[in-house]
């Protein structure tokens, strides 16, 4: 069945630093794909999302392309902050369910 | 605007009891889905309600039953508790049909069975 990969944590960064979390999926169809954002203690927040092939999302400074070539979905920050510190869930959806990764704890220090 | 909220928050049970976690819905959605997210792990889909009816179904055992109202608020109950179902418990909302691709979720409830 449809599945998502993501890149084991956890990732430690320094403040202003690059971001990439890898990201991969499979599929037999065209699903969707998502990124969610988990602070400690709270539920899961839609980062971004792209609908097809070749969409970027975008929100807060992160961004992900929706690769179908390469069946990616990596996120991207420019520059972290220490409020970015969370775990990252890559997910898809074929529009019956949601699969999630196993997710990624980010660590910004300052 | 309330979004999703969950209650109770936190819970403690006994091996072989059973629990009835509940969730509303973010104001202006019709489709609520249940998950369970183990410690460490991604949220696992439990299953999808839409008009009163289970819409779909993950790879979870009977154990596991839902209800929804006719507010659109929803229940999940558990029975005969096991250890492994110690998890957060996550409720998201959405809009039918589109309720994969637009999910707003809840704070969880944390459910710890002793």
């Known amino acids: 069945g449809d599945s998502v990969t993501q890149m084991e944590g956890p990732v430690t960064l320094s403040e202003e630093a690059f971001l990439t979390i890898n990201c991969t999926y499979t599929?037999?169809?065209?699903?969707?794909l998502f990124w969610y954002v988990q602070y400690p203690g709270e539920g899961l927040q839609l980062l971004l999302k792209?609908?097809?092939?070749?969409d970027k999302g975008s929100n807060k400074g992160f961004e992900a392309t929706y690769r179908k070539e390469t069946t990616s979905f990596h996120l991207e920050k420019g520059s972290v902050q220490v409020s970015d510190s969370a775990v990252y869930f890559c997910?898809?959806?074929?529009?019956?369910?949601?699969?999630f990764g196993a997710g990624t704890r980010l660590t910004v220090k300052p | 605007d309330a979004g999703v909220t969950q209650s109770p928050t936190h819970l403690i049970k006994t091996r072989g009891q059973q629990v009835t976690l509940r969730c509303s819905p973010k104001?202006?959605?019709?489709?609520v889905s249940w998950y369970q997210q183990a410690l460490g792990q991604g949220p696992q889909f439990i299953f999808q309600?839409?008009?009163?009816?289970?819409?779909q179904r993950g790879n979870f055992p009977d154990r596991f039953s839902g209800h929804q109202f006719p507010n659109y608020s929803s229940e999940l109950n558990v029975n005969a508790l096991l250890l492994g179902d110690s998890a957060l418990y996550l409720c998201?909302?959405?809009?039918?049909?589109?309720?994969?691709?637009?999910?707003?979720f809840g704070p969880g409830t944390r459910l710890t069975v002793t």
């Open positions: 309600y839409y008009e009163e009816e289970e819409r």
């Open positions: 792209a609908t097809k092939a070749d």
């Open positions: 104001s202006g959605h019709d489709t």
């Open positions: 599929a037999t169809g065209y699903p969707s």
């Open positions: 997910a898809l959806s074929d529009g019956n369910d949601m699969r």
């Open positions: 998201a909302s959405s809009l039918w049909p589109r309720g994969a691709y637009e999910q707003y």
